[in-house]
C-alpha cells in the first residue's frame, strides 16, 4: 500500500482501467461474485434485489493496486466486491499520460439479481473524479 497518496494522480490522458475495458470488468464480476452468499440474506419474498458499489483504489504505474475501498449498504455485496476486486488485480493497465503513472480509480458498480428470472446483472461504470 502507498504510505503517501499525495503524489497519485486524478487527471491524465489516459485513466487506470481493466483489461478489455468496463466489458470484460462486467464478464469477470459476473463470473466471479458468489450470487448465493448475497442472496442467502435475503428475505425469501424479495423477488429482485438492486444495488450499487462505489469503488476506488490506486493502480501503481507497474500495475499494482493498492489502497482499494468498496462502499456499499449491503454487506454481503461489499464483501464479494471486494473479493473480486483483489481475485483482478493482475489485470489493470496503469494511468498514462505520455508515461504510466499512479493513478486513482474510481467507480461505481451496479448489481442486481432476479431471483424470478435467476438472473444476474453487473454494470460498471468508471466516474472520473477530479478534485
Not at 425469501?44 to 462505489?54: I, L, N, P, T
Not at 476506488?56 to 464479494?80: D, H, P, Y
Request: proline share 3%; glycine share 6%; net charge positive.
Amino acid at each position: 500500500m502507498f504510505g503517501d497518496t499525495q503524489f497519485v494522480f486524478n487527471k491524465m490522458e489516459l485513466l487506470p482501467h481493466y483489461k478489455g475495458y468496463e466489458q470484460e470488468l462486467n464478464k469477470f464480476l459476473i463470473n466471479e461474485i458468489n450470487i448465493g452468499e448475497i442472496c442467502k440474506k435475503l428475505a425469501d419474498s424479495v423477488r429482485v434485489f438492486e444495488d450499487s458499489a462505489k469503488v476506488k483504489f490506486i493502480i501503481a504505474r507497474n500495475g499494482q493496486m493498492s489502497n482499494l475501498t468498496v462502499k456499499s449498504v449491503n454487506a454481503s455485496l461489499e464483501k464479494e466486491l471486494t473479493k473480486a476486486l483483489i481475485k483482478s488485480a493482475c489485470s489493470w493497465l496503469p494511468g498514462n499520460s505520455n508515461r504510466n503513472l499512479d493513478g486513482w480509480y474510481h467507480g461505481t458498480i451496479y448489481f442486481k439479481v432476479d431471483r424470478s428470472r435467476n438472473g444476474l446483472s453487473i454494470t460498471v461504470s468508471s466516474i472520473p473524479i477530479y478534485p
